[in-house]
């Protein structure tokens, strides 16, 4: 006979079940009994999980994520109802469009409140719906086991996605005979298709025919695992590769075969040759507009291949003639074994003009500049070198993002958190948090313009509180820099509103007792940068940023892929 | 640019609290208009059935039948064009019994569209005719013209489909060979 527990310890130990070992979160009313049952799991022997105290729950789930993405394990974040749980749906938008697995467990009024406009009621499930992979009431006690295990499985399998749990006080404090349930099928949901040995054969043999391939790579590898497989893959026919911002680090920097980033601000040959390749084999990645520019002129010569665990992504935004729809662990191994051996050395040396055109015009102005105020790439070039490519890279979004995933090297796997799909400001701080406990051996370096840093500038409470080592680089340029970047290229200079007044970082630091520094003159770059890596815990490095500085290259928006600006004219 | 074209889309899912809300928000977040919309419980036990129409092109309607059919509790989405399935659709009108009565027109109007006389009282008569969407449409615009409708209910699509195979059960029959595997 099973002993009769609360809903709330249930939650504790279904969460025990599915190995939880963090969790972010934020306590509440509706949410209290769970609290305290939290407290025991927290310490003493029952202890089972540290529990982070975020300042927002929007922070909870972006932490979530960060750990998620590092670790490769699902991110799980516990809220209250009402204002904690529309706070976390930001983070709940962002987990959905980058295909992040998180569980939110978000407190209810009891049920017999519910639709009452009782304090703190939301109707959580309805809202959430839309921007989450599945949102599920739990109504009782007795459905805990479940629904917990049902919303694990679902998060982290197949493309993995955020699911919200709606936990009414009832039951949470309702008693029940617990038993733990392990839920590994649901009948209506196929998160591994099988695959279609015929598309395998196709894809190969119009890999085997093609004299000009591309491979773009998405962060389908990496949440595959299947990093190895894609390694064996683009070595056995000899195909050039890019990364999707989320792929970066699914395929080593420093891979011979690696031609760099995708999209607006990717790398410029690798934008010239989708429009030239005559098979594009696309895997794991969704042809966002920010990959493909125009969708009317994107690589209309090419053959695609479109390689997806999901269904619903093929044909979606660029007409697929072969797609390999199933996990790409598998898909990549069953096409490499009918490929043939290939060279096409001559193929990638053509690549080599247009990068030297971009390193000159480009690449050394911004990260080996020689006067004028500190840049961008030049900061994000001196942290790589100095980490060696260990560290993880976080960044919140904006110019910031933009020139930190262009100059950092991924010479390791899984070392990049950003908000892709959502372009979520505020990310970054929370986000690094969670990279600190999902992976505490490497460092975590996380770079963040002076819009974002305030967006979620709360978390340095967290900072502060768990000493998390994040190593934050403040690239201060007193402007939204890539809207202040839109306006003068697209808005006549018209400057509306991206103008920034900023506090005083260094005495922010100072409440939060965190080590700063600031960073104005090149000659300091380097030293300042070791010293930040060189102190144990949080840090703050302020650079003093050129207000316009660009990042460049750049596909305006909605012109073709292969329309790309080296320079801004004028 | 393709013509937009009438769709009818089945759906089938578990039967849980709010699909229907998920299915509905993968129209809404493109501003289709649903035509009609018809839900209740399937033949196979638990599980519910969606009857939607609505207009858009082939592409477009591929893309809705992907999107409803990645929510996680729903078993399967598919289109079909009218000539495709047997499809009908009821409705019921009301008429006051005073009126209907005092003009024999009424009478013959019902019965010249194969209507059926349901219920009469000394109040109201119902009427009810089942049919394609423009037979019931000529009904309701024939009586309508006398100025004797009180009220006109429709009940929206319902359908089966002409093929011969039943892909649910195909589905379902698949998936729990795949739960026994993976045992």
Redesign the interface.
Known sequence: MAEKITGSEALMRALQYEGVKTIFGYPGGSIMPVYDALYDYTRGEKKAFDHILVRHEQGATHAAEGYARVSGQVGCAIVTSGPGATNTLTGVADAMLDSTPIVVIAGQVPISALGTDFFQEVDL??VA??IS?????IRHAEDVAWAVSRAFY?ARSGRPGPVVLDFPKNAQTELVDFKPERV???????PYPKLDADAVRAAAELINQSKKPLALVGQGVELGNAQDELQAFLEKADIPAGRTMLGLSALPSTHPLNVGMLGMHGNYAVNLKEQECDVLIAIGMRFSDRVTGSLKTYAKQAKVIHLDI???E???NVKADVAVVGDCKESLPAITALLQKNDHREWRDSFKPLDEKERVKVIEPAIHPKEGPLLMGEVVNAVAEATQGDAVLVTDVGQNQLFATRYFKYPKRRSICISGGLGTMGYGMPAAIGATFGTPDRTVVCFMGDGGFQMCIEELGTIMEHQSPVKMILMNNNYLGNVRQWQDMFWNRRKSFTRMLNPCYELIAKGYGIPYSCVTERSELKDAVAKMLNTDGPYIMECAILEDDNVLPMTPPGKNVDDMLLEVKG | MEENKLYTILVY??N???VL??IT?VFT?RQINIESLNVCASSTPGVHKYTITCYCSS?MV??LK??I??R????QARYYLDEDIFMLESSLLKISTPTMLENPEICRIVRHHGARIVEVNPTYSAVEKTGTTEEILSLFEALNALGVVRQFARSGRICITRGTREQLDDY?AQ??K??HA?D
């Open positions: 499930v309805g719906q839309p992979k599945w949102s599920y009431q679902i590994d099928f649901v009948r209506s949901y196929v999901d269904r619903s093929i044909n979606k | 899912s578990e849980f609290a709010g809300n998920q928000a977040r592409e591929k893309m992907m999107q059919e990645k996680i509790d729903v078993l379902l998936r729990e795949e739960r993976e």
